[in-house]
């Protein structure tokens, strides 16, 4: 797998290795293993870690292949959304937790552990549901790209979508609920509204469905 990144003027002066570490987001690991493959070109040429990049050039890293897995027997079922070379988009079923936890302790029976028994390999989910939810997660195969995606999330640029059944009809049929959420204490897995919070948006809209 190729990947390609062209410096950009905010970039400009960066040392090589600034760059695969930050705005390219590569793991230290991965940076020393395409190193040692010779795997590391800027404008098709050789280049130093702490040379400085220049608005304009081409930074490529020939990074390791990851074919889609041949599926295997297994102890637990994985149902397959999507996969290709970087990416897996797999089914969670509740009330399956999506990796280790207090409550499901290392061992347990895990979203995260059953794709790294299809994979044979360490995988790196990109966001979670809770235990009672079901839906789609996203796993990433590469630890850059786990990254890019975490930061596209977190610049707003992922929609997610959500069904409910709830009691009663909401009034009104549709509308927003614009309320921050933060940890109750600092080492708390419990969630509360509080105004020093993230800041969460829900958009609902039952009109559609029966009075």
């Not at 990254?147 to 549709?174: D, I, N, T």
Request: net charge neutral; charged share 20%.
């Amino acid at each position: 797998m190729r990947l390609e990144h062209v410096v950009s003027a905010p970039e400009d002066g960066l040392t090589l290795q600034q760059l695969l570490r930050g705005p390219m987001g590569l793991s230290g690991r991965e940076i020393r293993a395409a190193k040692q493959r010779g795997a590391v070109s800027v404008n098709a040429a050789p280049f130093f870690s702490n040379q400085p990049v220049r608005e304009g050039m081409c930074v490529r890293v020939e990074l390791t292949n990851y074919a889609p897995a041949s599926p295997s027997p297994q102890a637990h079922p994985l149902e397959v959304v999507f996969e290709d070379e970087v990416l897996l988009a797999v089914f969670k079923p509740a009330p399956l937790q999506c990796h280790p936890s207090p409550s499901a302790p290392g061992g347990s029976d895990t979203l995260e552990g059953r794709v790294c028994a299809y994979l044979g390999r360490p995988a790196h989910p990109v966001h979670r549901l809770d235990a009672e939810t079901t839906g789609i997660v996203l796993f990433a195969k590469l630890p850059f790209v786990q990254a890019h995606l975490q930061r596209q999330m977190q610049a707003g640029m992922f929609e997610k979508g959500y069904q409910a059944w709830v009691c009663g009809v909401p009034a009104p049929r549709s509308g927003e609920i614009d309320a921050p959420i933060a940890r109750l204490t600092p080492d708390s897995f419990t969630r509360v509204v509080r105004p020093d919070g993230q800041r969460a948006v829900t958009r609902y809209d039952a009109s559609r469905f029966a009075p």
